[in-house]
């Protein structure tokens, strides 16, 4: 899914960030597929990610519960999470590969890592995607540590000037860093958006 490409938390923490999602293919294997993919979800929240959802209902930060999900998943729902530590991602993409439920799973972030992790659970990847970046008139977009947070949620789903005021008041003492992370996971429904990097990415911008 390419909207999980254009993530730029690179530029802001050295931090591992990695975005995954599963899905059916829609007339092709979508049939029976919500039973599949609860597996799938429980699979991956056993691997303790540090968000996790459903892109049809919600996720952990937008006030859903993991069982609140998993009752509303069906054949069309997407599972989509967040990890900031290969170590949890390599368990969770083990944990797919050997339940082999013939459901497509999508990763993103620093392809030598993710090829790396893929060497070490033995799959082989069928496509990539890569992100050439930005083009057109920079100077119009949002300053690049607010992108960085804003990049995490691929739906443009998180406004840069939400993220300007979220960290006015972190600023003013009116909220932490952890809540004001929070704050803005909850406006990313799908589960991508990684709360722990934002928190660390709030802490480094200069008050």
């Keep these: 899914m390419t909207h999980t490409l254009h993530r730029r938390t690179d530029m802001i923490t050295d931090r591992e960030d990695f975005a995954m999602l599963s899905m059916a293919a829609q007339g092709f294997n979508d049939k029976g597929a919500g039973e599949k993919l609860k597996k799938i979800y429980r699979m991956v929240a056993d691997s ?5 959802g459903d892109d049809t209902f919600g996720c952990r930060y937008s006030g859903q ?3 609140e999900i998993l009752d509303h998943m069906g054949d069309k729902s997407y599972v989509c999470a967040a990890f900031s530590d290969r170590s949890r991602l390599r368990e969770a993409l083990k944990k797919i590969k050997e ?3 013939g459901i497509s799973v999508v990763v993103s972030g620093n392809y030598k890592v993710v090829f790396e992790i893929l060497k070490e659970v ?5 496509t990539v995607n ?4 930005f083009f057109g008139e920079k100077d119009l977009v949002a300053r690049e540590e607010v992108l960085a947070i804003a990049s995490m949620c691929g739906h443009g789903m998180i406004p840069p000037r939400r993220i300007e005021n979220i960290l006015e008041r972190v600023k003013a003492g009116k909220l932490t860093p ?5 704050r803005v996971a909850s406006t990313c429904t799908c589960g991508i958006f990684n709360p722990i990097l934002a928190e660390e990415m709030i802490q480094k911008i200069p008050k």
């Design 48 to 52: 303790n990610p540090d968000n996790l």
């Design 178 to 182: 952890e809540e004001g992370s929070k």
């Design 122 to 126: 033995g799959i082989q990847p069928h």
């Design 65 to 67: 519960t993991d069982e």
């Design 130 to 133: 890569m992100s050439l970046g």
């Design 99 to 101: 339940a082999d439920l």
